[in-house]
């Protein structure tokens, strides 16, 4: 409805008949410093119980967050889901945080309906403007619920590599053989492809050995078998080594060597035996070829 000046004067008139300008000025004028200092003093002192409730009920939420975090933190370690304490911790920490605001809030009396549409329309603007994070959020959920790895377990993704230190809210932390943090966000983790090199107890170890064209090949063969025989860390389950000739290439005749071993002698054996086959293949007069390229010159 719209407003026009007939409608002004009229409502002024009103308020004018109600209380006057005077009559409230006459009021304020005739009240002593004494009656206002009392006022003021009513005031601070229900305003200032309401204030220190608030302070009590901040001291007491924040001890009981620790508390509560600490307690979550035990009773996971003991189950040992040591990947969902940080995430959890954070997870309790804001909700309790948001409560707290709230009981402080009507505590100090203010009317907590326009806070609850205030916090709701900010909500909505923060998820518009961080609608990545709430995406990561999600994924750091799924990795929780799913499991595709855990903490400790050495992973390969998004193009990185490296031992999961820890799988927070948003992002997942791994440390990489030479001693670099990487960040890598939860939700592109948890919807892309991830390599876990620690979830199986066995792993297969690879290898190519070349050896020249002029050499025996069942003395190179019955050299990798013998060696391989003899380390303890070579299982003869899921399957036994294997020893046969891959490929013959240019300068050389490759053979392939097949090996499964418990998953954390992965690396040790890998290297150990690269060495190890080097330094007897020597000893036996078996020799690893360089590339050769034969030219022929027409006259």
């Known amino acids: 409805m719209l407003l026009t000046t007939q409608n002004i004067t009229e409502s002024a008139n009103k308020l004018s008949e109600i209380a006057p300008p005077e009559i409230i000025f006459d009021q304020i004028k005739n009240l002593s410093l004494a009656d206002i200092g009392q006022q003021l003093f009513t005031w601070a002192l229900s305003f200032g119980g309401r204030l220190l409730g608030a302070i009590v009920v901040f001291i007491i939420f924040r001890w ?27 997870l309790v920490s804001i909700a309790l945080n948001i409560l707290m605001i709230f009981v402080i809030i009507w505590i100090l009396g203010i009317e907590t309906s326009s806070f609850v549409a205030l916090f709701a ?32 377990d050495y992973i390969e993704a998004q193009g990185k590599a490296g031992t999961v230190k820890a799988i927070l809210i948003t992002n997942t932390i791994l ?19 991830i390599t876990n090199y620690s979830r199986q107890e066995f792993r297969r170890v690879d290898w190519n050995f070349s ?44 053979i392939v060597v097949r090996a499964w071993v418990r998953t954390p002698d992965y690396w040790d054996v890998f290297f150990q035996m690269n060495e190890l086959i080097y330094k007897t293949f020597e000893e036996k007069g078996l020799r690893i070829p360089l590339p050769q390229l034969d030219v022929h010159i027409k006259q």
């Not at 440390?175 to 492809?193: V, W």
């Not at 990798?224 to 300068?251: C, Q, Y």
Request: proline share 5%.
């Open 64 to 90: 009981v967050i620790k508390r509560i975090k600490r307690g979550l933190a035990r009773r996971m370690e003991k189950k040992q889901n040591s990947a969902l304490i940080p995430f959890t911790r954070n």
């Open 121 to 152: 329309s900010a909500g909505i603007a923060i998820g518009m403007a961080l609608s990545g994070t709430l995406q990561n959020f999600a994924g750091g959920v799924m990795i929780l619920v799913f499991k595709p790895f855990q903490i400790g």
């Open 175 to 193: 440390l990489t053989p030479d001693n670099q943090t990487i960040y890598l966000p939860n939700g592109s983790l948890s919807t892309g492809i």
């Open 211 to 254: 050896i020249s064209y002029g050499d025996d090949f069942d003395k190179a063969k019955t050299v990798i078998r013998d060696l391989t025989g003899n380390d303890s860390r070579i299982l003869n389950e899921p399957a036994a080594p294997f020893v046969g000739l891959h490929k013959m290439a240019d300068s050389s005749i490759v």
